[in-house]
């Protein structure tokens, strides 16, 4: 047994009273994006995006403890260990705005795939975010949670609120949404890592978007949206403008969207920057079937994450 397990847990610091957990686990959804448009340059650098984004079942674990006092911050993943990791980011930029360190241990057991357009680095930070403040017992006024989150990663704000949003600006402008409901996705997962910067860059290379033509794009899935009654309604709003790019370099994804629709999908793309691709499915066991119609590629069923009517 090891020492510290002999020792128990280690004693709160000034800054944590007694009565706090001594573990904090949160779920970190991934998302796919069941719109995604690309706009001109902003002064910033970013692109002007307008994207519809859903949680889904599928998810990392966050799990926090507290450290012994001196210890620093430690993140623990086999993905992208300590400071590489968006969830240190994270908890570095609450350390400056707060003018304050955090002895914490920060392990994220992963099951989104690394560069597949899914948000998992974006939705462990958030979750580290929300397992630091029951930790430490922080109360953090909404705006500084989004900030920090911001700060972070252009995806990370999306996962402090739950359910579908609609992300502009350079995607920390949100929006909530509520679909049609249930959603039954199979996600495929061709195992190919694309650089979300690489992804954008190719984008730029077939030329930017005029900014009419970008907003008259959006106006058109605004009007689908509120126009949706039915999970089969939402067809008409997949799209995605970094699929083109992306399967122009790597083929493979292009034909997974079209084995997906010959599965059944009644709308398939890929999510995000790639390279996960997604397909919309009429009923769980059309799904079901669609997973073994995809075999030997990795694919899994996931439904959607909304709040219950009337919840937060």
């Given at each position: 047994?090891?020492?510290?397990?002999?020792?128990?847990?280690?004693?709160?610091?000034?800054?944590?009273?007694?009565?706090?957990?001594?573990?904090?686990?949160?779920?970190?959804?991934?998302?796919?994006?069941?719109?995604?448009?690309?706009?001109?340059?902003?002064?910033?650098?970013?692109?002007?995006?307008?994207?519809?984004?859903?949680?889904?079942?599928?998810?990392?674990?966050?799990?926090?403890?507290?450290?012994?006092?001196?210890?620093?911050?430690?993140?623990?993943?086999?993905?992208?260990?300590?400071?590489?990791?968006?969830?240190?980011?994270?908890?570095?930029?609450?350390?400056?705005?707060?003018?304050?360190?955090?002895?914490?241990t920060i392990e994220i057991a992963k099951r989104v795939p690394a560069g597949a357009g899914l948000g998992g680095g974006s939705s462990d930070a958030a979750a580290a975010l929300?397992?630091?403040?029951?930790?430490?017992?922080?109360?953090?006024?909404?705006?500084?949670?989004?900030?920090?989150?911001?700060?972070?990663?252009?995806?990370?704000?999306?996962?402090?609120?739950?359910?579908?949003?609609?992300?502009?600006?350079?995607?920390?402008?949100?929006?909530?949404?509520?679909?049609?409901?249930?959603?039954?996705v199979v996600l495929a997962l061709p195992g190919i890592h694309v650089p979300t910067a690489a992804a954008y860059g190719w984008f730029d290379e077939?030329?930017?978007?005029?900014?009419?033509?970008?907003?008259?794009?959006?106006?058109?899935?605004?009007?689908?949206?509120?126009?949706?009654?039915?999970?089969?309604?939402?067809?008409?709003?997949?799209?995605?403008?970094?699929?083109?790019?992306?399967?122009?370099?790597?083929?493979?994804?292009?034909?997974?969207?079209?084995?997906?629709?010959?599965?059944?999908?009644?709308?398939?793309?890929?999510?995000?920057?790639?390279?996960?691709?997604?397909?919309?499915?009429?009923?769980?066991?059309?799904?079901?079937?669609?997973?073994?119609?995809?075999?030997?590629?990795?694919?899994?069923?996931?439904?959607?994450?909304?709040?219950?009517?009337?919840?937060?």
């Amino acid at each position: 047994m090891a020492a510290d397990e002999l020792n128990g847990p280690p004693a709160p610091g000034p800054d944590r009273p007694p009565d706090l957990p001594d573990r904090v686990e949160i779920a970190a959804p991934a998302k796919i994006n069941l719109s995604l448009l690309v706009g001109p340059l902003r002064s910033d650098g970013f692109h002007e995006v307008f994207s519809l984004m859903l949680p889904v079942t599928l998810g990392d674990l966050v799990t926090a403890r507290p450290a012994p006092a001196g210890a620093g911050l430690a993140v623990v993943c086999e993905v992208a260990p300590g400071d590489d990791n968006l969830a240190a980011r994270l908890v570095r930029a609450l350390e400056r705005r707060l003018g304050r360190s955090f002895d914490v241990t920060i392990e994220i057991a992963k099951r989104v795939p690394a560069g597949a357009g899914l948000g998992g680095g974006s939705s462990d930070a958030a979750a580290a975010l929300v397992a630091l403040e029951r930790l430490f017992g922080l109360e953090l006024p909404v705006q500084q949670r989004y900030e920090v989150a911001g700060e972070t990663g252009s995806d990370v704000p999306f996962f402090l609120w739950p359910g579908p949003q609609l992300s502009m600006g350079r995607g920390t402008v949100l929006k909530d949404v509520v679909l049609p409901a249930p959603l039954h996705v199979v996600l495929a997962l061709p195992g190919i890592h694309v650089p979300t910067a690489a992804a954008y860059g190719w984008f730029d290379e077939g030329g930017l978007p005029e900014r009419r033509a970008f907003a008259e794009r959006t106006s058109r899935v605004l009007a689908g949206l509120r126009g949706a009654r039915r999970p089969r309604d939402l067809a008409a709003l997949v799209t995605n403008d970094l699929q083109e790019p992306v399967v122009a370099r790597h083929p493979e994804i292009g034909a997974l969207v079209e084995r997906l629709r010959g599965a059944g999908a009644f709308a398939a793309a890929m999510s995000g920057s790639g390279s996960s691709v997604f397909g919309l499915f009429a009923s769980a066991a059309s799904a079901q079937r669609a997973l073994a119609a995809l075999a030997p590629t990795p694919a899994v069923y996931v439904t959607d994450l909304q709040p219950a009517e009337g919840g937060a």
